[in-house]
């Protein structure tokens, strides 16, 4: 999957389709539980493509965490300039998921009731580390795991920033928590060759 005015590039395993989304109200996931600043991020988008395990070419779901095959999107785009100039690696870790919010949510929910915090976790956070690619190209990786009505679903986030931190980079793929681990190989394959060459 090429898309040479955006500068990316990423290779899909077999049988994974890939389709344009137009309309960023076709998430998969309630966007209630979406931060405002990754609201704002999908309706402003300036190229966004569901990713597919399943085959599927319908994009009625750009991101359905409680799916038993691996699907998610790949999005670039132009950053405002109120945006630009706020933007943070830090504040990449919230665009999809409140981050840090969650993780104080969860260690409370241990404190009041460290055995069922436990054992039926809301959210958990497996990998939080900085990415640093080709061209001044940064941000960060996430890995982690929230609560569904169908058990714990895995989301695997990479958002990362040009050198000047004009242009927003985006894959994120997700699934059930026991797809994710069963899928592991072909998500790595498709994080491993995530491609960016800004335009210079």
């Known amino acids: 999957m090429t898309n040479k005015s955006a500068g990316v590039y990423a290779k899909l395993p077999d049988g994974w389709s890939q389709v344009q989304i137009q309309d960023p109200q076709l998430l998969g996931i309630d966007a209630r539980?979406?931060?405002?600043?990754?609201?704002?991020?999908?309706?402003?988008?300036?190229?966004?493509?569901?990713?597919?395990?399943?085959?599927?070419?319908?994009?009625?779901s750009a991101l359905a965490p409680d799916a038993q095959l691996p699907n998610g999107f790949l999005q670039?785009?132009?950053?405002?300039?109120?945006?630009?100039?706020?933007?943070?690696?830090?504040?990449l870790r919230d665009l999809l998921v409140s981050v840090d919010a969650a993780v104080a949510a969860q260690e409370e929910a241990i404190r009041?009731?460290?055995i069922?915090?436990?054992?039926?976790?809301?959210?958990?956070?497996?990998?939080?580390?900085?990415?640093?690619?080709?061209?001044g190209v940064h941000g960060v990786h996430l890995v982690y795991q929230v609560a569904t009505t169908a058990g714990l679903a895995t989301?695997?986030?990479?958002?990362?920033?040009?050198?000047d931190q004009t242009v927003l980079y985006q894959l994120v793929l997700t699934c059930t928590a026991w797809?994710?681990?069963?899928?592991r190989p072909?998500?790595?394959?498709?994080?491993?060759?995530?491609?960016?060459?800004?335009a210079t």
């Open 112 to 114: 009041q009731d460290p």
């Open 155 to 163: 989301i695997d986030q990479t958002s990362l920033l040009d050198r």
């Open 76 to 91: 670039v785009r132009q950053l405002l300039p109120e945006e630009a100039n706020t933007i943070s690696t830090n504040s």
């Open 116 to 135: 069922n915090a436990r054992l039926r976790p809301a959210f958990l956070l497996l990998v939080d580390e900085v990415v640093k690619k080709d061209g």
């Open 179 to 183: 797809c994710y681990l069963q899928n």
């Open 33 to 60: 539980e979406m931060s405002p600043d990754m609201y704002i991020a999908l309706s402003q988008r300036q190229w966004m493509t569901k990713l597919d395990a399943s085959g599927s070419t319908e994009p009625t």
């Open 186 to 198: 072909d998500v790595s394959e498709v994080l491993n060759s995530f491609t960016i060459k800004p």
